[in-house]
């Protein structure tokens, strides 16, 4: 019997976590079967579906992409998301990572200042039901702190530096995984966490990812 295009992807998606995501260091089964349940070429173009599964960054709009698989699983690895934890997911895009999270928080919400980006993520969670998850439109810089604070803080791109309206929504214990990169080509996957009225930051592996937009070098900003 000849496999159907639902057939091929699902072989994709194991794929992907077996070849791209167990060997660079991803070892959380939950995070695994969440990428591995959720339909990552849904997320994507039509005419890029084939590559829906590839090791690369793939763009979904304008100077907008899904991060490379194995980028995002670890930098939610390093987030340790947990069962009850409030996500913010900042860029989500046509809402690919908020439906992998919604899989392994309490609650996701996604900000997305592209409004047909903003529409078709909300089409698809609902299109999936996931019922614990929200995308609302706004600004990437800004957040959105009347939902906060959060558990967990996600950047989907690289940014100069991790913004400081942003730390501030963290609940107490709270982290904010992101890629760093300022004037370098390549840069630095970073979880910051809040603790009291301090945040401490741990360099977790070199990354390179496309710039989340919207994002200059604020004033107060945190390297």
């Known amino acids: 019997m000849a496999m159907t295009n639902s057939d091929h992807f699902t072989v994709a998606r194991r794929h992907m976590v077996a070849s791209q ?27 890029l579906r084939g590559v829906a599964y590839l090791d690369e960054d793939i763009e979904i709009a304008d100077g907008r992409y899904l991060m490379e698989p194995m ?5 939610l690895q390093a987030a340790d998301v947990r069962g009850d934890d409030i996500v913010l997911d900042v860029g989500c895009g046509s809402g690919y990572s ?6 392994l928080a309490g609650t996701v919400v996604g900000v997305e200042s592209d409004s047909a980006l903003a529409a ?3 089409d698809l969670l609902t299109d999936l039901e996931v019922d614990n998850a929200a995308v609302v439109e706004g600004a990437f810089d800004a957040g959105l702190p009347d939902q906060g604070p ?29 890629v760093i990169r300022s004037d370098q080509p390549t840069g630095l996957a970073i979880r910051f966490s809040r603790h ?6 741990k360099v977790l592996f070199d ?7 919207g994002f200059e070098m604020p004033t107060g900003f945190v390297f």
């Open 98 to 103: 908020t439906a992998v999270i919604a899989r």
């Open 207 to 213: 990354a390179t990812c496309p710039p989340l937009p």
């Open 21 to 47: 995501l167990r060997p660079n260091k991803v070892t959380d089964d939950r995070l695994a079967q969440a990428m591995e349940q959720v339909p990552r070429e849904m997320f994507v173009p039509k005419s």
């Open 120 to 122: 078709r993520a909300t």
């Open 150 to 178: 959060y558990d967990i803080i996600l950047l989907n791109g690289a940014v100069p530096a991790a913004p400081a309206a942003l730390l501030d929504q963290l609940a107490e214990g709270g982290r904010l995984v992101a």
């Open 71 to 75: 980028v995002l699983a670890r930098l």
């Open 196 to 201: 009291g009225d301090g945040v401490s930051r």
